[in-house]
């Protein structure tokens, strides 16, 4: 999976670019250079204002945050809680650091300048693969394929390869999202079946990435799939959340291929009692698992990756003991997943399955795994059988084919069946549909990109499961 994990994660960056904007008083004028600072000043003092409210008097083994008269025991429920009430003191601390920060840039141009100068240039014209014998019409028409990939390994300077991965795929008019970090690459992308074959010949001989042919997993798609391309250095190459440097991937869980998982989740389904010593866990978020879903699962109720170390923090007994199979969209969450769940040290053992749901479909496209397999692009979801396990939100009809909702700024799915659609239940749900009406009569400078309604408001963010 690549790039973020929420499924429409560009409405996320508008919210919280307006957000960012709104609190400077010529927000037209910002450059895109201001707006990055910005927002790395917004969240610098959105972290600390959240740790002046850690309260360390009690003996306690768990961390919690007392503000206003109330105590939070949830990271989400504090930051929740700050978001709503002290947006004010957060803007204040913002304009404050953003101020602080630009004048030490303008302090510091010599020193910058100097630093560009010493580090030495690398061409990255020499990972760039000839293609003067195929032809733009190749590259850009007829049929297409989407790729998901991603490979740990150690990147000293991601910046150059953000910049090769970039120029990479522009030559090849590849669209979708890669992410770079220290700790290696993450990427999802689409284009023309020539296209897609150059670009993983490149990678393949890039000298950084040895990666096998089969680390590619490929679905019927194109360009169409993606609205753009996006490359960026990150500090995950998947966001959960925790500083790679602490859990690496090098902690992560034993590796089953799919037919050694296939396997154990044969041998699990096949015992009668249902208090056996196994737990199949989906480390994915609700949406994906509501549409498609390994038989007898352990679905977690979370609505993002990062959510997941706070899922298992708060559900240790249910892991105690236990031997624990994960499985993900493509195997990048299982990889940081496996290794936090490790880190515990609660587990009898912890596998998971290698490709992920992808690599296990391609041989077992009717075996345990039911339904649609979600995916990050403009297709929502690839299926590899006929069954549909969920349904319509609004009549309860057999339904599992999603749509974004129709309340702008709103970064909820929604399954609508057409005959629901065409009596306009369009939005995630009621009151949704209602603040959409309500938006559409504002000023766009006094609407509030909230992502909050009935399905949100009413959901645990982290839920306890034991």
């Not at 003996?59 to 002290?86: D, L, M, P, Y």
């Not at 799919?258 to 609700?286: G, M, Q, W, Y």
């Amino acid at each position: 999976m690549a790039a973020n994990d929420t499924p429409c994660s560009e409405f996320m960056e508008l919210e919280l670019e307006t957000s960012i904007t709104n609190g400077l008083k010529q927000e037209k004028q910002l450059s895109a250079s201001q707006r990055r600072y910005y927002s790395f000043c917004r969240r610098k003092s959105f972290a600390a204002f959240v740790a002046s409210k850690q309260d360390s008097s009690k003996e306690e083994e768990s961390t919690f945050w007392c503000c206003c008269g109330e105590t939070f025991r949830e990271h989400s429920a504090i930051h929740k809680h700050v978001a709503r009430t002290h947006d004010t003191e957060i803007q204040q601390l913002t304009r404050a650091a953003y101020e602080r920060l630009l004048n030490q840039l303008e302090a510091e141009p010599e020193t910058q300048q100097r630093n560009e100068r010493e580090t030495e240039p690398v061409d990255i014209s020499k990972w760039i693969p000839e293609t003067a014998h195929i032809s733009e019409e190749q590259l850009q028409k007829g049929p297409g394929k989407v790729l998901l990939y991603y490979h740990y390994c150690q990147l000293d300077n991601p910046h150059i390869i953000c910049a090769w991965q970039k120029a990479l795929c522009e030559k090849l008019h590849l669209t979708g999202k890669v992410r770079v970090a220290t700790e290696g690459i993450n990427g999802t992308v689409g284009g023309t079946n020539l296209a897609t074959e150059v670009y993983i010949d490149a990678m393949r001989s890039h000298p950084l990435f040895k990666m096998d042919k089969e680390d590619f997993k490929t679905s019927d798609g194109g360009v169409e799939c993606f609205t753009d391309l996006r490359v960026g250095v990150y500090k995950e190459i998947v966001p959960m959340g925790v500083d790679p440097d602490v859990i690496s991937y090098r902690l992560a869980g034993v590796h089953l291929e799919p037919e050694e998982f296939h396997k154990e989740v044969e041998a699990l389904l096949s015992k009668e009692d249902s208090c056996n010593d196994t737990i199949l866990l989906d480390c994915r978020n609700f949406y994906e698992s509501k549409i498609g879903q390994f038989t007898q699962c352990l679905a977690p109720d979370i609505r993002k990756f990062s959510y997941f170390p706070d899922y298992v923090d708060q559900n240790l007994e249910l892991f105690r003991d236990k031997k624990v199979l994960m499985y993900c969209t493509g195997g990048i969450r299982c990889e940081r997943g496996s290794a936090y769940l490790r880190s515990k040290d609660v587990c009898k053992e912890v596998y998971q399955l290698k490709g992920g749901i992808h690599k296990y479909l391609e041989q077992f496209p009717d075996g345990f795994y039911r339904g649609k397999l979600f995916v990050f692009d403009e297709r929502y979801a690839i299926a590899s059988n006929n069954d549909i396990i969920s349904d319509c939100r609004y009549c309860g009809s057999p339904w599992d084919q999603y749509k974004l909702c129709s309340t702008q700024f709103c970064c909820q799915l929604v399954l609508s069946c057409p005959s629901c659609r065409e009596a306009r239940h369009t939005a995630c749900c009621p009151t949704c549909q209602t603040k959409g009406q309500a938006q559409s009569k504002e000023s766009p400078a006094f609407q509030h990109h909230k992502e909050e309604c009935e399905c949100t408001g009413g959901r645990p963010r982290i839920p306890q499961d034991v």
